[in-house]
C-alpha cells in the first residue's frame, strides 16, 4: 500500500512540473505573438492616380516601430508619431516567413491595411508596408 501511495506522489509530483513546463513555453509564445519591435532603415512609396506609379527611390530613415496586440495598436515613431488601431489580425505562415496582415485605422479614422513580413531564415528582407486606397508606404526592417 505505501508503493502505491509513493507512485502517486511520483506521478503528481511529475505532473506538475509537465504543466509548470507547458505553461512557460505557451506564456513565452503568447509573449512574443503580442509585442514586436524594430527599426527601420529605409522607406519608399508609391501612389495612384489612374495607375500606380513605380515605387518611389529609396529613402533612409532611422526609426522605430512597435507592434503591440494587447493595446491593439501599431506606433511608428518617425518625425510624426503614427499611431493605428488594429480592429482585426491575421497571420499566415509560409515557408521561412511569417506575415501578419493587420486591418487598422490611423489616427485620422482613414482605413489601412498593415503588412509586416517577417522572413526566419535570413533570405528576404523584413518590411512593413502600410497600405491605403491610393498610397502605399513600405518600411524595410532591421
Do not use: H
Request: glycine share 2%; proline share 1%.
Amino acid at each position: 500500500m505505501s508503493s502505491n501511495l509513493i507512485l502517486t506522489a511520483i506521478r503528481k509530483t511529475s505532473m506538475k512540473k509537465l504543466i509548470f513546463i507547458l505553461f512557460l513555453f505557451v506564456s513565452n509564445v503568447v509573449y512574443s505573438q503580442q509585442y514586436y519591435k524594430a527599426k527601420t532603415f529605409s522607406f519608399t512609396t508609391i501612389k495612384v492616380t489612374e495607375r500606380w506609379k513605380p515605387w518611389s527611390r529609396p529613402e533612409v530613415i532611422d526609426a522605430m516601430v512597435e507592434v503591440d496586440s494587447i493595446d491593439n495598436s501599431i506606433t511608428l515613431y518617425t518625425n510624426k508619431v503614427q499611431i493605428y488601431t488594429i480592429y482585426r489580425t491575421e497571420k499566415f505562415t509560409t515557408d521561412g516567413e511569417t506575415i501578419y496582415w493587420y486591418y487598422c485605422e490611423d489616427r485620422d479614422k482613414i482605413v489601412c491595411q498593415i503588412q509586416l513580413t517577417l522572413d526566419k531564415k535570413g533570405i528576404n528582407k523584413n518590411e512593413m508596408e502600410i497600405k491605403y486606397a491610393d498610397l502605399k508606404l513600405k518600411y524595410e526592417l532591421k
